[in-house]
């Protein structure tokens, strides 16, 4: 069986740049999203500072550039379930937007499904990274 494909499409100048692109296939399931660490490091994607035999903890990295951290080290990833795309809070601080509604927050995590078109706010609703999710037709 092929995995689904879908995209996450930027909405803001920040989410494109930590994409790299407005429009961003989804290359494997499942796909991690966290915050980058280090103050001052830019945002990039697939972190290149790690040794070649340890995996990543994300496949996107995410900076806050403001005092207040909106972004977690480990923030949130979507999941393939049959023919359906899930978005599961991993534990975050702050939760992640959804269409309006938090998931997760105060490190409870949490999941939900995700349909097509649906909005994606990481953190919470100041945040800087905020994406679209696609399925592709």
Do not use: W
């Amino acid at each position: 069986m092929s995995e689904k494909s879908a995209f996450l499409k930027a909405l803001t100048p920040e989410a494109k740049a930590c994409l790299g692109k407005q429009m961003f296939q989804i290359p494997r399931y499942p796909f991690r999203v966290g915050g980058e660490s280090r103050r001052g490091i830019p945002t990039q994607f697939a972190d290149s500072r790690r040794a070649a035999h340890s995996e990543p903890n994300n496949d996107v990295y995410l900076r806050d550039p403001g005092p207040l951290l909106n972004v977690s080290r480990e923030h949130f990833q979507i999941e393939l379930r049959g023919e359906d795309h899930f978005l599961v809070d991993r534990g975050s601080a702050c939760g992640t937007l959804l269409e309006g509604a938090i998931i997760g927050k105060n490190r409870t995590g949490g999941e939900k499904r995700l349909d097509d078109g649906d909005v994606i706010i990481v953190g919470t609703s100041a945040s800087l990274y905020v994406f679209k999710f696609l399925n592709a037709a």
